[in-house]
């Protein structure tokens, strides 16, 4: 029988683990769900279920205090570039504070690690500042914001720092199968890297108790699971379902290059001072400097045909350790409920469904 | 004398699509565009400024009927085509009336009499019917040059993303349903036009309480299997799979103007149409038959009649739905 939990909102419905939070704390636990999403349109997989869904952008304070009212808990799944991923969190915990909620749980990611995380990295470890993705830097710089805000507001915060979220509808899925029946696909040094993977409905269930378990306010917590399987053998798992063998994916090259300047800029343009001495700007200033910013971003860049390695794959691939969950295992009791085989059984059932030729379920 | 033209509803498809239209039609001297309504001030407000500046904003539809129109465009949510379809007919005007073209087989009933009744044109917006491509496709299947048809696969969809003005867009009551009776109108028109009478075996989605973001129908059109996949969810090749005995047709519904054709030798013809274009062509030439047939012309509109087969089918398909077998959403037992 399900449990009657708090009221939740769902910040960023639309996206993978967004949408997949609404369907299970709608259909399994029957608890009360409000999806919000950036357009109406995001709202077309939510629609399935009939729930008060909410249209509100992460960077709109009033529209999402009105679609926060009435809600205990609020959780900020919200996907985007960089200035989305920094510049919605405080929006979204200042409505959040406005409507009255007790606790936001925030989406973080185990990247604040890095793709490659030394032995022993745990919560306690410092996140380096020397990160080269401009995601990893994103993340970081969003939780240290939260925090800051958490210190002095009345809305607990609490984040989560999941890996490879895979499952159905997951990018490292479908855009896995794509890529491999494009030709796209490849491994850097065979893919021997360990995959710091977890099913989605474990990151589901770590969102649970991150917003129920009492005494965790101000807290991160890295999740995953007890297998973590090479890159190879998590490449295999698609193939094979596409009746394809792991031995006909490329082994790629790739050299480790200094910083383009482009990450260059993207890392001093993340920096704490930067960032202090940009929120000092005036409004039309800074935004002009943000429209200037995202259209340098977004120039084509030529990409030659066929697999090809890039720097986050890189990193991946050649992971040589996890970072250590215990402290969620300690603090939350989370444990992963999903099984791995089962996890992978769901998962190409859904590749199936989703019109890709599967021919080995 | 100009046609006159009044247009019912400012949402996405106006705004995407009807509205540079005729406002490029009113520039060039080919019509006048003289009212304007939705029941959302602000929203009639921009498609006035934007396209029309000489429109009359009509608050109330009775006024948009009033006035002295030879068409009424009804592109207004589909809960209100029925009502809105049979007071302009009522009223003497022709109607281009946008899909679905109702939410049940017995409002279309009622529109296609009255439209009868009242001797006026009543075309429905398959805007599918004018893409070059669609045409070649269509000829190639009725003219049996590649020998009789064995299946027809189609697959259709990907992540939302009409800019649909607000949630109430997803529901039952406002829309008629979710992915099938968005997409479902244009696909089943074509299928119903190529092939002939449809017959529907099986519909299958995922609404649970609410609207489908994933539908999968099982038709027969005589001997020929007909398979259609629709979603609002993830990301493949759209596609549109007609098998004959000697080769096999491809066709992109986002592609205006080709078809592939791979015939069993192995031989790829991409096959072009007369002219190339985007969609806004495809709704350019529908216009033009719609004002072509007012003016007596034999041109080929998909009148109310024909449509009816389709929100037949449609109404048919929700009413003997199934629950699509989706074992991802079972919970979780670690």
Redesign the interface.
């Known amino acids: 029988m399900a449990d009657l939990g708090p009221r939740i909102a769902v910040v960023g419905a639309g996206g993978f683990v967004g949408n997949r939070m609404v369907e299970v704390l709608n259909l399994d636990l029957r608890w009360p769900v409000r999806p919000v999403a950036r357009r109406a349109s995001g709202l077309a997989l939510a629609a399935r279920f009939a729930l008060d869904g909410r249209v509100a952008n992460a960077m709109d304070h009033q529209r999402l205090k009105e679609a926060l009212d009435g809600c205990e808990v609020v959780v900020h799944a919200v996907a985007g570039d960089s200035a989305t991923i920094i510049g919605s969190v405080e929006p979204v915990y200042t409505a959040a504070a406005a409507a009255g909620c007790r606790r936001l749980v925030y989406l973080s990611s185990a990247m604040v690690h890095g793709q490659s995380p030394t032995a022993g990295t745990d919560e306690g470890s410092p996140l380096p500042r020397d990160q080269r993705l401009p995601y990893n830097l994103a993340k970081r710089e969003a939780e240290r914001r939260l925090f800051k805000l958490a210190e002095r507001g009345k809305v607990e915060a609490v984040a989560l720092r999941p890996g490879i979220v895979w499952g159905p509808r997951s990018q490292w899925i479908g855009g896995l199968a794509d890529a491999l029946l494009g030709g796209r696909a490849g491994l850097v040094d065979a893919g021997r890297g360990v995959c710091n993977a977890i099913h989605v409905d474990n990151v589901v269930h770590a969102v649970r108790l991150a917003a129920t378990v009492p005494g965790v306010a101000g807290e991160a917590f890295l999740i995953g699971e007890h297998e973590t399987p090479s890159w190879r053998t998590f490449t295999a798992r698609v193939a094979t379902a596409l009746g394809m063998s792991i031995e006909a994916i490329p082994t790629l090259d790739f050299e480790q290059t200094p910083p383009t300047l482009q990450e260059r800029v993207d890392g001093w343009r993340q920096s704490r001072s930067v960032q202090r001495a940009l929120e000092s700007l005036p409004r039309p200033l800074r935004m002009g400097l943000a429209a200037a910013w995202a259209a340098s971003g977004a120039l084509p860049q030529a990409r030659p045909p066929g697999p090809q390695a890039d720097l986050e794959m890189a990193l991946l691939h050649r992971a040589t350790h996890v970072p250590n969950w215990e402290k969620a295992r300690r603090v939350l009791g989370y444990e992963p409920i999903m099984p791995t085989d089962e996890g992978w059984r769901r998962t190409i059932a859904w590749l199936a469904f989703a019109g890709y030729p599967v021919t080995v379920t | 004398m100009l046609p006159s033209v009044v247009i019912s509803g400012c949402g996405a498809v106006v705004n995407e699509y009807y509205g540079p239209l005729l406002q490029r039609r009113e520039l060039d001297g080919q019509l006048r565009v003289i009212g304007v309504h939705d029941p959302s001030p602000d929203r009639m407000r921009a498609v006035v400024d934007r396209h029309f500046p000489s429109a009359r904003p009509c608050a109330v539809f009775t006024d948009l009927v009033g006035l002295p129109a030879d068409l009424v465009i009804v592109a207004a949510p589909p809960a209100t085509h029925a009502a809105q379809v049979i007071e302009a007919l009522e009223a003497g005007r022709a109607v281009l009336c946008e899909k679905p073209m109702a939410l049940t087989g017995a409002e279309a009933e009622r529109m296609v009499v009255t439209a009868e009744r009242t001797r006026r044109l009543l075309a429905v917006a398959l805007v599918r019917r004018w893409h070059p491509s669609s045409r070649i496709a269509r000829w190639i299947v009725r003219s049996g040059l590649f020998g009789s048809v064995h299946s027809v696969d189609v697959?259709e969809g990907g992540?939302?993303?009409?800019?649909?003005?607000?949630?109430g867009?997803?529901?039952r009551s406002l829309s008629g349903g979710?992915v099938l009776a968005d997409l479902g109108p244009h696909l089943l028109d074509l299928l119903h036009d190529w092939l002939g009478e449809l017959e529907l075996l099986e519909m299958q989605d995922?609404?649970?309480?609410?609207?489908?973001?994933?539908a999968l129908v099982r038709l027969r059109a005589g001997n020929v299997p007909v398979v259609l996949?629709l979603?609002?969810?993830?990301?493949?090749?759209n596609e549109i799979t007609v098998q004959f005995d000697q080769a096999m047709l491809r066709w992109r519904p986002d592609d205006i103007s080709h078809v592939t054709v791979t015939t069993r030798d192995g031989q790829a013809l991409k096959l072009t149409g007369p002219e190339d274009g985007d969609f806004l062509d495809s709704f350019g030439a529908m216009l033009d038959a719609v004002l072509e047939r007012m003016a007596g012309c034999p041109s080929p509109v998909v009148e109310g009649r024909e449509a009816l087969t389709v929100v037949r089918l449609i109404e048919r398909a929700y009413r003997d739905r199934l629950p699509?077998v989706?074992?991802?959403?079972?919970?979780?037992?670690?």
């Open positions: 697959f992540p939302f993303r009409w800019p649909v003005s607000g949630p867009y997803f529901t979710g995922d609404a649970m309480g609410g609207v489908e973001a994933n996949r979603t609002r969810d993830w990301e493949r090749p699509m989706m074992p991802w959403l079972e919970p979780a037992h670690g």
